[in-house]
């Protein structure tokens, strides 16, 4: 590890990056994160209705998206904006899944909903307003499922994988880690894409990472540009968000793509894909970028 570095982020030592452990993997029916693909999770902000999440599903399933997004439970900035569809919208995910194949990461509030999110989930999303919130992540400890932990919005890097830390002592060591944009004083984008965490967490820590280039750049005409980056940077996965109609979207429809603007974005993404997938395959001792 890098000496200026002064230790900050040995002491976590479940997810630090040890001689033993150069890189994780986490396991989802037959996918892998963290493995030699990219891998690319897609679908809406909000389940919003039955159509909506069937329409989106098969759509990005067929463009190359391995994994089925979309909140049921959303944290929104406002107390007057759309929540979520709650159960009913776990039970749509459910469908969608079904009907495509494609395993579902959906978000979890509270401690009081894991079972039940668990139940429909085959990833549990920790969002970005949660990621300080230890009693979910202590309560995620034993709930079976792979977690997302998202980077909270102005948290360090040592706080987010202490975070990180708090969730595998809890018993739970299968986590993606998810650079989602952080706040700054620009505000041309929604938020900063820090591709720099990016390179840093795969040096320091084994866990897989990957980017969300929706909730970073927060307008939809930067989200291709925004995936490039990160699979450039080395990350393990996208998480795309994807609408039929975003103007008509209960919620981050400006960031949203359309079915073929996703489509564009993954067909623009083939050859940084292949190059990444041909140097992992090669070389896996670089998916865990830079031993230092
Ligand atoms: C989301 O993924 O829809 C979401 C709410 O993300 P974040 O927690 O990063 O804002
Ligand atoms: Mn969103």
């Known amino acids: 590890m890098h000496p200026e570095w002064n230790g900050q982020f040995s002491s976590f030592h479940l997810v630090a990056k040890t001689d033993h452990c150069s890189r994780s993997i986490v396991r989802v029916h037959d996918i892998e994160i963290g493995g030699d693909e990219v891998v690319v999770m897609a679908g809406p902000c909000a389940v919003e209705t039955e159509r909506q999440l069937l329409e989106t599903a098969e759509a990005v399933a067929k463009a190359g998206a391995r ?3 979309g909140g049921a439970y959303k944290p929104r900035t406002s107390p007057y904006a759309f929540q979520g569809l709650g159960v009913e919208g776990l039970k749509l995910l459910r469908k969608a899944s079904q009907a495509t194949g494609l395993p579902v990461v959906t978000e979890v509030m509270n401690d ?6 668990a139940e429909y989930a085959d990833i549990m999303q920790v969002g970005t307003r949660s990621m ?3 009693s979910l992540l202590e309560a995620l400890g034993e709930c079976g499922r792979p977690v997302l932990l998202k980077r909270g919005m102005v948290a360090t890097l040592e ?3 202490r975070s ?8 739970n060591p299968h ?11 620009e505000t041309a984008t929604r938020n900063t894409l820090d591709v720099s965490a990016v390179a840093v967490l795969k040096m320091v820590s084994h866990l897989p990472v990957i980017v969300d280039p929706s909730h970073a750049a927060g307008i939809r005409c930067l989200v291709p540009a ?3 980056a990160g699979i450039a940077v080395g990350a393990d996965g996208l998480l795309v968000e994807v ?22 974005m993954m067909e623009e993404l083939q050859p940084y894909l292949s190059i990444q997938r041909e140097g992992r395959r090669l070389h896996p001792e670089l998916v865990a970028r830079g031993a230092d």
């Open 67 to 69: 994994i089925l997004r």
């Open 112 to 117: 009081a909903d894991i079972e039940q999110v």
């Open 132 to 134: 300080e919130n230890y």
């Open 159 to 161: 706080e987010f994988l």
């Open 164 to 171: 990180a830390q708090i969730l595998a002592l809890a018993g």
């Open 175 to 185: 986590i993606i880690l998810c650079e989602r944009g952080i706040r700054t004083f």
């Open 226 to 228: 925004l995936a490039r």
């Open 243 to 264: 609408h039929p109609a975003p103007e008509m979207a209960l919620s981050d429809g400006a960031q949203s793509l359309t079915f073929r603007e996703f489509r564009g």
